[in-house]
């Protein structure tokens, strides 16, 4: 149904450009559900409003149903009738009731008459779950309400494919599942949709396939099996293992202590740890630096904390470094015995590199 | 509070000794002894440029309808004005005196182009045949020797209908030229129309500003000036004068020491009186509603070409086009910059100098341009509300921009726009009070020709300010129901 092929796009911000698609390329059938999920600002929403020509992209080729839609001759209003979007900030029309905002496109566009639009409407209303708020205007709904109604709009319009740019992100926590919960029945009754989302369980559980982007591309795709349970690719398994990294650089022993303290709180503050998390973390990093690592080289540290498991990881690493540090210590030494009773496994990995599970 | 309380006091006491010092021993008796006192004169008169000669005389330049209440209330000592106008409006018995008279004794003409000579030869002929035929003297007495009953002298002399055209630029002063009703008449526009009736002229008065009278001419605007302008070697530099036709003095007068304020009749009496005196006399409610008709008239125009003109401009400026927006932007700036009076004066006598436009023409431009550059800041904070969301939920639908613009941005924008807009327009109708200064005798000029007329300070003001305000609430109420309409979707 859509193919996409060597997709690109820049945008330019003054005289600096900012690639943010680089080379999409992509195929999507009909009755797929695609998941797009990814950091921010990896290019999932760009994608997505490139596909009905929200944004123009530069370069590639986009074909829906056998037509080129990036030919400035494709009549582009016609193709967004086809392909429906569901926005982050719902876009209802504000000044129009929820009926009125649901029957407007059809009966302008599809020439339906005002009962038949209306009659519509209402089914879709009581799908959606907004029966009795017809006559209501959308600054008397909720947050949910609105995304469920501007939903409904777009079926109105009996759409081929719904795009759905993060649906659930502007939301409450609270009123996220009355949404998704929607959004599963559309995908039970067979609708073709692309969802971009954060919402990493609901993608697993209604998507048919996930893409996950980064830098630019899609870095990684398969069934949610594969993206969710085996990812192949590092960013990957980064991503879906949810691992927030922070790294320092030490030159030599005069390094600035109180500097990178409070970048750790910071740090650990983001992450909900706990202070004692950061004090021993602290008391390791301490006594690694000043009393085991013999500092031949500078030393880096890539300190790492996974919010799924709930785990955190030190990878210290003297550069240009040949020789082990570990085995030459003296069997009673105390700073390395403190570490220990502090950390749950410690290891060299490789000649001055010292792996720390805390 | 108690600093106020004895602010107060200090200025009950010296107001008291300021009413005490309203009655001078000895009146002035010429020009000199004016010296140490204030004067009110005409701004840009004969008698300003006179004492302006003087050190020492505070000026105060002021319309000749206001120089009664100066003078009355104290802020002014003395006033120069015409004689002939002080004696036809019998101020003596209103509790004034004339101080000294004979002043700036000199010989008033008619002024034209300086090219002119055709016309002005003709004037001097006709002036001459006049003198031969005794009817000068008949003219002359008949209204000088008349000024008791000239109140209800109106002049009658038939004029032709298709003669040549000639457009004559007046100033209202009692009892030279002024409105009877809707019969322009006095003393200048009977000789006028003998010298049209004479030669096969058509005349077509237009009342200005004493000031604009000679820019006037000289623009093209007008081809004579008949306001009993006096030969001076200045204006004789600018324009053509005709012969002499008459000779006239101006005289200066204060408070009539002896004079004590008779218990008046009650306030409802004086209201009537001043009701009969401004509005039934002389049929001058006429010219009132005339006048509101002209600003009625002003401001629906006006009001049209701003919303199509600001339209315009908010459609340019909010244009991706970096020149086109940014001309847009400084043409606006450029424009909402300049007073809307100076823009009006531009037009009138500069960029359609040479086009024969009516003041009215003229008037609706400027004011169509002037608040279409204010409009279209206001449209386009309206469309600068509208968030893009809005847009690209459209578009997303399916319709085109024009389609987006109709039935989702524009209803938007103008539930937004309507309050600020209400005020545009409320202050753009108060704003064409101005429009006198391109001889358009709209609400405000009618009650200050009327106020020129009775010299009554009060009343025709009062009645202005009422209608307006009427006027105001008016189309404040228009635009509420276009709000209430807007707002309601259901």
Redesign the interface.
């Known amino acids: 149904m859509i193919s996409v092929k060597h997709l690109s796009k820049v945008y330019k911000n003054g005289n600096s450009e900012i690639p943010v698609l680089r080379d999409v390329n992509c195929e999507i059938a009909k009755g797929e559900v695609i998941g797009i999920i990814g950091h921010s600002g990896t290019g999932k929403s760009t994608f997505l409003r490139c596909l009905?020509r929200?944004e123009m992209p530069t370069g590639g080729q986009i074909e829906v149903d056998g037509v080129n839609i990036l030919d400035r001759r494709t009549d582009v209003?016609?193709l967004?009738?086809k392909?429906?979007?569901v926005?982050q900030?719902f876009?209802?029309?504000?000044?129009?009731?929820i009926l009125?905002n649901i029957t407007?496109?059809p009966r302008?566009?599809l020439g339906k008459s005002r009962e038949e639009a209306e009659a519509r409407a209402m089914e879709l209303l009581h799908l959606v779950g907004l029966y009795d708020r017809a006559?209501s205007?959308p600054s008397e709904l909720s947050g949910g309400q609105k995304q469920r109604a501007?939903i409904a709009?777009?079926l109105a319009?009996d759409p081929e494919i719904i795009l759905f740019d993060e649906p659930t992100s502007s939301l409450d926590p609270t009123m996220v599942s009355e949404v998704l919960v929607v959004i599963r029945r559309l995908a039970r009754e067979g609708m073709t949709m692309a969802i971009v989302s954060h919402e990493l369980e609901f993608v697993r559980s209604i998507c048919t396939r996930v893409f996950f982007m980064d830098e630019g591309v899609i870095y990684e795709e398969g069934t949610p099996e594969q993206i969710f349970d085996h990812p192949q690719r590092p960013a990957t398994a980064a991503f879906i293992n949810r691992i927030r990294s922070l790294e320092f650089r030490f030159a030599d022993k005069h390094f600035d202590l109180y500097g990178m303290t409070g970048e750790m709180g910071t740090f650990f503050h983001k992450y909900g740890l706990s202070n004692e998390n950061l004090v021993k973390t602290r008391h390791v990093i301490e006594e690694m630096l000043l009393e085991i690592l013999p500092f031949r080289g500078p030393v880096n540290l890539l300190l790492s904390f996974s919010e799924k498991d709930y785990t955190l990881h030190m990878d210290f690493a003297e550069e240009g470094c040949t020789d082990t540090v570990l085995d030459k210590l003296p069997p009673a030494c105390l700073p390395l015995a403190l570490i220990k009773s502090m950390c749950s496994s410690l290891q060299e990995t490789a000649p001055g590199r010292i792996h720390v599970e805390m | 509070m108690r600093k106020t309380g004895v602010l107060l006091m200090f200025a009950a006491v010296l107001t008291a000794c300021s009413t005490k010092q309203l009655v001078p021993v000895a009146m002035p008796a010429g020009v000199e002894d004016l010296v140490g006192h204030t004067v009110a004169v005409a701004g840009g008169s004969s008698t300003d440029l006179l004492l302006s000669q003087y050190e020492g005389i505070d000026l105060m330049r002021i319309g000749v309808g206001d120089m009664p209440m100066a003078v009355k209330s104290g802020r002014a000592e003395y006033a120069m004005i015409q004689e002939v106008q002080y004696d036809a409006n019998h101020m003596d018995r209103e509790g004034f005196r004339k101080c000294f008279g004979g002043i700036l004794k000199g010989l008033n003409a008619v002024a034209f182009r300086q090219d002119d000579t055709e016309t002005c030869g003709e004037f001097n002929s006709f002036l001459a045949e006049m003198h031969a035929s005794g009817e000068y003297d008949s003219w002359h007495g008949g209204w000088i020797d008349n000024l008791d009953s000239m109140a209800v002298a109106t002049s009658r002399i038939p004029v032709p209908r298709d003669g040549k055209k000639i457009t004559v630029g007046i100033t209202i002063v009692f009892p030279y030229i002024y409105q009877a009703g809707e019969t322009l008449t006095g003393m200048e526009i009977d000789l006028f129309n003998r010298f049209c009736r004479s030669k096969g002229y058509t005349p077509d008065y237009s009342i200005i500003q004493f000031q604009a009278l000679i820019p006037s001419l000289n623009a093209g605007k007008i081809d004579a000036v008949v306001t009993h302008l006096m030969i001076t070697p200045e204006r004789a530099k600018q324009v053509l004068f005709s012969d002499a036709y008459m000779e006239a003095g101006q005289c200066c007068f204060g408070m009539d020491p002896g004079w004590v304020e008779v218990e008046g009749p009650g306030f409802r009496e004086r209201v009537k009186d001043s009701f009969h005196r401004n509005l039934i006399e002389e049929d001058r409610w006429k010219l009132l509603a005339g006048g509101l008709l002209v600003t009625l008239e002003i401001s629906f125009f006006s009001l049209l070409l701003a919303i199509v003109v600001g339209a315009l401009l908010c459609f340019l400026r909010m244009r991706r086009n970096v020149v086109v927006s940014g001309i847009t932007r400084l043409f606006v700036n450029l424009i909402r910059g300049i007073p809307v009076l100076v823009i009006l004066m531009i037009m009138f006598y500069v960029v359609f100098a040479s086009l024969r436009l009516s003041g009215v023409t003229a008037t609706v431009l400027s004011f169509g341009l002037f608040f279409g550059a204010i409009f279209s800041e206001v449209f386009r904070s309206g469309m600068m509300s509208v968030?893009k969301?809005?847009w690209?939920?459209?578009?997303?639908?399916?319709?085109?921009k024009v389609?987006v613009f109709r039935?989702?941005a524009l209803?938007?924008a103008l539930?937004r726009i309507v309050p600020v807009f209400k005020g545009e327009v409320i202050a753009m109708i108060k704003c064409t009070a101005i429009v006198g200064y391109v001889a358009v005798l709209d609400l405000t000029f009618a009650g200050e020709i009327i106020r020129t007329r009775t010299l009554d300070p009060f009343f025709p003001l009062i009645l202005v300010s009422l209608i307006y305000i009427l006027l105001s609430r008016l189309s404040g109420a228009l635009m509420d129901a276009l709000d209430r309409k807007l707002n309601s979707?259901?």
């Open positions: 009905n929200l209003n016609l967004r009738r392909m429906g979007m926005f900030d876009n209802l029309f504000d000044h129009l009731t009125d407007l496109c302008m566009l006559g205007l501007a709009r777009c319009m | 968030s969301g809005q690209e939920a459209g578009a997303a639908l399916g319709m085109n389609q039935f989702v209803p938007q539930r979707t259901k």
